[in-house]
């Protein structure tokens, strides 16, 4: 399953493919450049199968944090106004990748081999250049009218990859694809053009813009012990000595700047460290980095210390030591969601309850927090007041497709049909899948509950989507 998650890397770094059933209409693109809309639908329908893929990761935590770190190198870009979306794949490979639409993904490798917070934002801000210099759709043009028929056959080749990955490489010769395959790797001028718009975009975000060249020196140097096997990052972004020289004297002129990490970092840091290892492996690597003072931050490895022993079922343990860490850090949303989950792996519902009431007062938008409490709620056949929370919370992130979600599983153990249908309409629709969203519609219709209002006001909604539906084809036309 890794496999469909390199050959995106691979190819669709620079490609909007469009890649299952709903294989949107491009039109001709040869005539024309790719608007920003059919850029964005054309990731969102990636995003689909991302989404299914077990690497995938929505922990709300660790994406969140991904999105402020993306967001604050955004905001220092030229082209502020582009939509992104940060999100997390589980794949120990150093590796980020940029799709069409601002969809920017970032391996668990790559968080756990950069050695400060700047070298993360220096990889992650060449991927937001990608996207602000519209490399993708730049090279989409250049394909000429056979792009249509390849990405069809792209997309093929990767579906049948994702069934079964030994076949992948047959089904991309299959397809015949193979010269699209090498037009669809960065060229060097999109390098370098990543590298140079990255640099500033980084020393204007305030990070320590040396690190960009001590980490791609440091993957280099890796890279020998690799031979064949390179690192996947060096794959995707073909990484030559001209490279790293250029980034060295962009660094060359700059003032020294130590740039501390985040908390946030370096908490999300052990938190993948901890989810990722096998338990006892993780159990050892921060019991050892506690007990030698190998640490850059004591609290973060207590933070992995506590989820580790929580994955062993030491609750005892890991409640002293959560002690501990609450006096360090008595103001953490991070470590309160922490303590929730400790709460309820040991089975104390009700401490866990009272865990996220009172966070909640002090960190009302920590995601975690809402979607952990709910699910205690729901499991403890709480679903009105899981509810509650949800809707109390969807007035203010109405774009939160798992809210939407959270609150269908609230109407489903409530037993409101009509209204269960309806909500997974609005987070199907909020992660840009319109059909999805209309058949849920229609199930609602067919719900037979939900008084004449709620009827109505589905009906209003479906010749709505409808309609946004029918727009979308006619603009895939043109
Ligand atoms: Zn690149």
């Not at 940029?98 to 756990?112: K, R, Y």
């Amino acid at each position: 399953m890794k496999t469909i998650i390199r050959i995106l890397a691979l190819l669709l770094c620079v490609l909007p493919a469009a890649l299952g059933q709903g294989l949107p209409d491009l039109g001709d693109v040869s005539q024309s450049d790719m608007s920003p809309q059919m850029e964005r639908r054309l990731g969102e329908s990636i995003m689909r199968e991302i989404r299914a893929d077990p690497t995938y990761s929505d922990d709300a935590e660790v994406t969140d944090y991904l999105n402020t770190l993306g967001y604050k190198l955004v905001a220092a870009s030229a082209d502020s106004r582009q939509e992104f979306n940060f999100f997390l794949i589980t794949d120990p490979q150093v590796n980020a990748f940029a799709m069409p639409g601002g969809f920017v993904g970032i391996n668990s490798g790559l968080i756990l081999t950069a050695q400060s917070e700047s070298e993360l934002a220096g990889v992650v801000s060449h991927e937001v250049a990608h996207v602000t210099q519209r490399h993708m759709a730049r090279m989409l043009a250049q394909q000429k009218q056979s792009t249509v028929t390849s990405l069809a056959a792209l997309a093929v080749a990767v579906l049948a990859a994702r069934a079964n990955p030994q076949i992948s490489q047959a089904a991309i010769a299959a397809a015949g694809a193979s010269s699209v395959q090498s037009a669809l790797n960065y060229t060097r001028d999109h390098e370098r053009e990543a590298d140079r718009v990255g640099f500033q975009v980084l020393d204007k975000a305030g990070f320590d813009a040396q690190a960009m060249a001590l980490f791609f020196e440091r993957m280099q140097r890796a890279t020998r012990f690799y031979e064949t096997n390179a690192p996947a990052y060096l794959r995707t972004h073909p990484l030559t000595y001209e490279r790293i020289a250029d980034m060295q004297s962009r660094a060359h002129g700059l003032p020294y700047r130590q740039v501390p990490d985040s908390l946030d970092f370096q908490l999300m840091r052990a938190k993948i460290k901890a989810a990722q290892d096998k338990p006892e492996d993780a159990l050892a690597f921060f019991e050892e980095s506690l007990g030698e003072r190998k640490y850059l931050s004591e609290a973060a490895s207590r933070y992995g210390l506590v989820s580790a022993l929580i994955r062993t079922k030491a609750y005892a343990r890991a409640g002293r030591e959560l002690q501990t860490l609450r006096k360090a850090l008595p103001d953490s949303a991070a470590v309160d969601a922490l303590t929730g989950r400790y709460y309820t792996a040991s089975g104390d519902i009700g401490a866990a309850s009272q865990t996220y009431r009172d966070a909640l007062k002090s960190h009302p938008g920590y995601r975690a927090l809402v979607y952990d409490y709910a699910e205690v709620l729901l499991r403890s056949r709480q679903a009105g007041e899981a509810l509650k929370l949800v809707e109390s919370r969807l007035q203010y992130s109405v774009s939160d497709y798992r809210m939407y979600e959270l609150q269908a599983k609230c109407y489903a153990a409530l037993g409101r049909r009509l209204a269960q249908h309806r909500a997974l309409a609005e987070s199907y629709y909020r992660v840009g899948n319109v059909k999805t969203a209309i058949e849920q519609l229609l199930l609602a219709q067919k719900s037979g509950d939900g008084d004449f209002y709620q009827q109505s006001s589905v009906d209003a909604r479906l010749r709505e989507l409808r309609s946004l539906e029918e727009e979308t084809r006619r603009e895939s036309r043109k």
